[in-house]
């Protein structure tokens, strides 16, 4: 996954997260746990499948763009599978 977050008054940012690192069972029970605290009901093996259907979509789709907007003032962000 990659995000690149262009500004016209601040820093420009590129993070490129791997997606076998970011998509497994630890950070699957803490995004299920943060969810719960925010009134989401969602359990860690609901998140589990999640991950692994994201995964599934990375290797079919390596390029896909999942956001890309730019603001009317400059401001440019970029997020790809």
């Known amino acids: ?3 690149k977050v262009r500004s016209t008054d601040g820093p420009n940012l590129t993070i ?3 997606t ?3 998509c497994n069972r630890l950070t699957a ?3 299920a746990k943060a969810m719960q605290q925010n009134g989401v009901d969602a359990t860690p093996e609901q ?5 692994k259907a ?11 763009v ?3 907007v730019q603001s009317a003032d400059g401001d440019y962000v970029y997020v790809k599978l």
């Open 16 to 18: 490129p997260l791997p």
């Open 66 to 68: 999942m956001v890309e």
């Open 47 to 51: 998140m589990v499948r999640f991950f």
């Open 54 to 64: 994201v995964r599934q979509c990375k290797r079919r789709h390596p390029d896909w």
């Open 1 to 3: 996954m990659l995000i």
């Open 29 to 31: 029970g803490i995004a």
């Open 20 to 22: 076998g690192l970011f």
